[in-house]
C-alpha cells in the first residue's frame, strides 16, 4: 500500500517564524505583505505607502465578493491585528510589487478558492498564486484529492497573469 503524508506547517510557532507583528503603522514600507486575522481565515493585502493597503475586498468585510481595492489601513484591519508576511526572497522590489499590485486595481475575478486576497498579495510578491489557507483547508476536509485541487487552482493564476498586462 503508497501512503502520501503531505506536511503543511500549521503550527503556531512555525506560523510566527514566516510572520513579524508590528504595532507602528509607521514601520511599514512599500511592498509589505499585510496579514490580518479574522475568525476563520486571514486577510492579506498589500501596503502601497501613506496608510494605505491594496487588496481583494471580497469576504474582507463579510461574504460578499468584491474587487481589488485601495483602502486605508484602518478600513483594512477593521479593527483587527496585523502581522507582515515575510520572505526568504522576494521576486520583485517594493516599486515593482506597488505597481504589480495596482495594475490589478478594479479586477473583479475574486474566488475563496482559487483567486483571493491571499493569492493576490503572493502573486505581486512573488509571482506564486498560491494560499496556504486554502491549501491547509482543503487538505483537511479532502485530503491528498484537496490538496491537489487547491494547486491545480494555480492554472486559473495563468489566466490571470495573460490578463494583466504581463507585469
Given at each position: 500500500?503508497?501512503?502520501?503524508v503531505i506536511?503543511?506547517?500549521?503550527?503556531a510557532?512555525?506560523?510566527?517564524?514566516?510572520?513579524?507583528?508590528?504595532n507602528?503603522?509607521?514601520d511599514?514600507?512599500?511592498g509589505?505583505?499585510?496579514?490580518?486575522?479574522?475568525?476563520?481565515y486571514?486577510?492579506?493585502?498589500?501596503y502601497?505607502g501613506?496608510n494605505?493597503?491594496?487588496h481583494?475586498?471580497?469576504?474582507?468585510q463579510?461574504?460578499?465578493?468584491?474587487?481589488?481595492?485601495?483602502?486605508?489601513?484602518?478600513?483594512?484591519?477593521?479593527?483587527?491585528t496585523?502581522?507582515?508576511?515575510k520572505?526568504?526572497s522576494?521576486?520583485?522590489t517594493?516599486?515593482?510589487?506597488?505597481a504589480?499590485?495596482?495594475n490589478?486595481?478594479?479586477?473583479?475575478?475574486y474566488?475563496?478558492?482559487?483567486?483571493?486576497?491571499e493569492?493576490?498579495?503572493?502573486?505581486?510578491?512573488?509571482k506564486?498564486?498560491?494560499?496556504?489557507q486554502?491549501?491547509?483547508?482543503?487538505?483537511m476536509?479532502?485530503?491528498?484529492?484537496?490538496?491537489?485541487?487547491?494547486?491545480?487552482?494555480?492554472?486559473?493564476?495563468?489566466?490571470?497573469?495573460?490578463?494583466?498586462?504581463?507585469?
Amino acid at each position: 500500500m503508497l501512503q502520501v503524508v503531505i506536511s503543511l506547517k500549521t503550527n503556531a510557532s512555525q506560523m510566527s517564524k514566516r510572520s513579524v507583528s508590528l504595532n507602528n503603522p509607521a514601520d511599514l514600507a512599500i511592498g509589505d505583505h499585510l496579514v490580518s486575522k479574522r475568525k476563520l481565515y486571514t486577510h492579506h493585502g498589500i501596503y502601497i505607502g501613506d496608510n494605505r493597503v491594496i487588496h481583494y475586498s471580497g469576504l474582507a468585510q463579510g461574504l460578499q465578493s468584491g474587487p481589488v481595492v485601495i483602502s486605508d489601513l484602518k478600513e483594512f484591519l477593521c479593527g483587527h491585528t496585523y502581522q507582515l508576511r515575510k520572505y526568504d526572497s522576494k521576486k520583485f522590489t517594493p516599486t515593482e510589487i506597488r505597481a504589480r499590485a495596482l495594475n490589478r486595481l478594479g479586477e473583479s475575478l475574486y474566488h475563496p478558492l482559487f483567486n483571493n486576497c491571499e493569492h493576490f498579495a503572493e502573486w505581486c510578491v512573488c509571482k506564486r498564486h498560491t494560499s496556504r489557507q486554502v491549501d491547509v483547508l482543503l487538505t483537511m476536509v479532502a485530503g491528498l484529492p484537496g490538496y491537489i485541487i487547491s494547486k491545480t487552482g494555480s492554472r486559473f493564476a495563468k489566466f490571470i497573469s495573460k490578463t494583466n498586462k504581463g507585469t
